[in-house]
């Protein structure tokens, strides 16, 4: 389990990675200019607007929870850039550069979550993202008193480890968020499946139905078929031939319908509605 979760954490940084790069050309590293207090404020403004849109259940801003937790994460990211640099470090940072400090903050990062995640075994699967995001307003909230107190704690962990760990549990919730969009496609699938089965099943009850109704006239139409190749010999056992059919049509639309066998009776539905194209498109060929 820990491998997955290390492919998936590698999964979510990806996405924010790459956002990060695309605005450091569109923008530079203007963000240098903001003090870790700043950088403090800007992630509690997009976690407030996620415990928002939680608590209410709905937005009028289409941008989803999953962009404001990749924007915290790269908050958190510049925070521990910014706390790494030496006061006098030029503002501008070349991309190069930029890349480099990105990765090796989330390089750490990454680790303290994994000796975490082999401590607590996992336990973060089993919390829910609004969980998450609570925890991530705690996290802030210590940071802002931390600064508030000029950095000094008695006890408690410093600024860097809370940002570390509100970069994790943003993490997480990018992954349970992507887990949910994936289950949700699943169970939309698993849905149409199942009305697709029913409707095709009705559909040859139906059918069967219909011509057991009138198996004379049914009888007749393979007799028509019969003529066209050359089958004479079968025009005694047409009606038994028509009432078999109208049996096995009905007793397929049955089985599908009570999911027996589903991938036999699938594959003879199928090849029941090749076989009857086939007459039916020889019989207009002829």
Known sequence: MSSLTSTQYDEAIARCKDIYLKKMKDYGSAWRILRPSSLTDQIFIKAQRIRSIEEKGKQKVIDGIDNEFIGIVNYAVMALIQLGLHSDAPLELNPDEALKNYEQRVHEVKSLMMDKNHDYEEAWRDMRVSSMTDLILMKLLRIKQIEDNS??????????????????YAIFALIKLKDKKKFNIKL????????????????FIISGLIKAND????????????????????SGTSLSLAMIICIFEVGLGVALLVGYRMVLVSWLMLLMILFFYFLNFLQCLF
């Open 151 to 168: 950095g000094s704690t008695l006890i408690s962990e410093g600024v860097d480890a809370n940002y570390a760990d509100i970069i994790n």
């Open 215 to 234: 198996a004379l006239g049914f009888s007749y139409k393979l007799d028509e078929y019969f003529a066209v190749f050359n089958m004479a010999f079968l």
């Open 188 to 203: 939309i699938m698993k849905e149409l499946v199942t009305i697709s089965r029913i409707l095709v099943g009705v559909l």
